[in-house]
């Protein structure tokens, strides 16, 4: 075999690569037109405006609630909101179905900006004529209309505030967070309101944390080598919705029975826990309210209304002796 014909063969295999990867991604495009005509003609016929919602997580019962806000407001608009997401937490794939939503030329494109990638894309939808919001993560220097979600500095400091009341000031603490990688905008939020909080008080200190990658199963192991490492532990903070649910489990196996455990998001099985006395506080935020505003305030873009930099939603801390919840926090439960 001669040099010329490796060359060659590999020439042909590279363009054979690129040519499928072309045809992939145009089916890919021709996919998600067809969803979003199907989503057009089965919904409303006479919708004006089309937009796309990307969350983090489809099958997730925060994001269910996301959805579920916009949906509520698409029946009251003449709209049509297409929404979609990966079926697990995967930043990759919701670039690509930004991408996608930015080729198929929607309206409006809503999107949860989770780290640094999202800003050139939310830049290139912009510069193509589409508005952005982002929704629950912020993306502040990117060329994003608005932002509608928690301020999760803010969220963060109520929490470590909240543990410093509940526990007395005295608390070993560990952490588990959705995500430590410090493009996660959102979990590093959390983390420093949390962290600059509880920095003010002698009695408190962190001596464990790790990463669950929103996954619940993962939560919990990670809780187990914590405790298993530090017997000392004497509380918990966990900066997503799945993130308690894995603390918990983790000190049944252990009969751990007294820790003093933290967590995000108003989910049914989060408040069923609560309930028990196996959480002790949670982050409340408003998943619902978020995607319905998300459309609101995209419409009024489109009419040219004014909107503001920022809309952000309620945060509240939410103990047993909240319970039953009353109002905007009950929306969506499934309980
Ligand atoms: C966050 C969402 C995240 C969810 C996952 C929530 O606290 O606001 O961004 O997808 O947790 O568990």
Redesign the pocket.
Known sequence: MNRTFIIYAILISLFITTLGFFFYFYQQVQIFDKKLEETNSSETRSSKHHFVLI???MG????RLVGEGAKKAESRYDVVVQYEGPKR?NPDEQLKLFDMAIKSKVDGIII?A?NDEFTPMINKAVKKGIPVITI??DAPESMRSTYI??D?YKAGQMAGQALIEDTDGKAIIGIVT?GMDKDNH?HQL?LEGFKDTIAQVEGIKIVAMAESN?SRVKAEEKAYEMLTEHDDITAFYG?????GMGIVAAANNLNKNDLYVMT??T?TENIRLLKKGKIDAI?G?Q?FEMGEKSIEIMLDLLTGNSVQDVYQTNVTIIRTSDLPLKGSERMGLLD
């Open positions: 969350g983090e997580e997730h019962d925060y994001w937490s949860q989770l629950d993560t979600g928690t999760n959705g959102q959390r929103l900066t997503s919705s799945l993130d995000f998001d989910l982050v935020q998943p």
